[in-house]
């Protein structure tokens, strides 16, 4: 769908918005413009957006894609009634059917928190943002044993954005540790894990596609080679396999796939809300 573009009109952050319609956008062969326009909340920033969606339809000779996740029926009824789009509504879409079944009213709150202050949950992600950054590529081993899940595996597999993300989304203290030669040399388990072992899950990644990610880092060196990144890969795969740890491959997976994977494994409870 060349020169089509999909807005995510939204009165809180627009994550939702755009998370939900990227997953129903993944099922067409198109890669469509991407417009992202967050708290909405006041019929005037309404009709801006609404003179923009209309701009575009009318430069594009198509009419944008507009998923909205707007909680206020007035700000809500500015887009679709003014705007020249395909105005998909995923709350209403949901809520109403929700209200009679459950056979009361939602509370028509904007945003994820009330207020972020005096949320528990919130809080907990932003301990566990801190421990992954603290704990991140083996930085420190203070305070492993408060970790929920230490990632091991070679440089480059996937290790620092899985540990964040899970701690982002989901309030797991990750902490990651890289498995380097010298780990190979000694055929153990860096003794820094050994305790936590239980805790550990690892990541590898197929060495063609490891060759190509280290070379965009340091182009032309040893660390890069094909040669040295299927020794690294099949050393850590043998030392993973030895020591009893679970590991999976990062190579065709999103870091959204790794981290349920690692959740069903290690805290299932991490999946429950």
């Known amino acids: 769908m060349p020169n089509r573009t999909v807005f995510f009109v939204s009165d809180g952050?627009?994550?939702?918005?755009?998370?939900f319609g990227n997953s129903i956008l993944s099922q067409f062969p198109s890669k469509p413009r991407h417009v992202r326009r967050p708290f909405v909340d006041t019929a005037d920033k309404a009709h801006q957006v609404v003179r923009e969606i209309n701009h575009t339809a009318e430069a594009e000779g198509?009419?944008?894609?507009?998923?909205?996740?707007?909680?206020?029926?007035?700000i809500l009824a500015v887009v679709k009634t003014h705007a020249q789009g395909l105005v998909?509504?995923?709350?209403?879409?949901?809520?109403?059917?929700?209200?009679a079944e459950f056979g009361v009213t939602s509370n028509h709150r904007v945003g994820r928190f009330a207020d972020v202050a005096k949320s528990q949950e919130y809080t907990d992600r932003i301990e566990a943002i801190n421990f992954s950054l603290a704990h991140d590529d083996g930085q420190s081993a203070k305070n492993l044993a408060e970790a929920d899940v230490i990632l091991v595996g070679v440089s480059r597999s996937g290790k620092t954005p899985t540990s964040l993300y899970l701690a982002m989304q989901h309030g797991v203290?990750?902490?990651?540790?890289?498995?380097i030669p010298e780990d190979f040399d000694r055929g153990a388990i860096?003794?820094?894990?050994?305790?936590?072992?239980?805790?550990?899950?690892?990541?590898?990644?197929?060495?063609?596609?490891?060759?190509?990610?280290?070379?965009?880092r340091r182009p032309g060196s040893k660390y890069a080679s094909i040669d040295n990144c299927r020794f690294e890969v099949r050393e850590a795969e043998t030392m993973m396999r030895r020591e009893g740890i679970e590991w999976l491959s990062s190579t065709h997976k999103s870091i959204e796939e790794i981290a349920t994977t690692i959740l069903s494994d290690l805290r299932p409870d991490r999946l429950m809300y």
């Open 88 to 99: 998909l509504d995923m709350f209403n879409t949901f809520i109403e059917p929700l209200e």
């Open 173 to 179: 203290k990750a902490a990651n540790y890289p498995l």
């Open 13 to 19: 952050t627009g994550i939702t918005a755009e998370t």
């Open 190 to 216: 860096p003794s820094t894990l050994a305790p936590y072992k239980k805790k550990c899950f690892g990541l590898t990644i197929d060495a063609e596609r490891l060759a190509q990610i280290r070379n965009e």
């Open 62 to 74: 198509k009419r944008p894609i507009v998923f909205v996740t707007l909680v206020n029926p007035e």
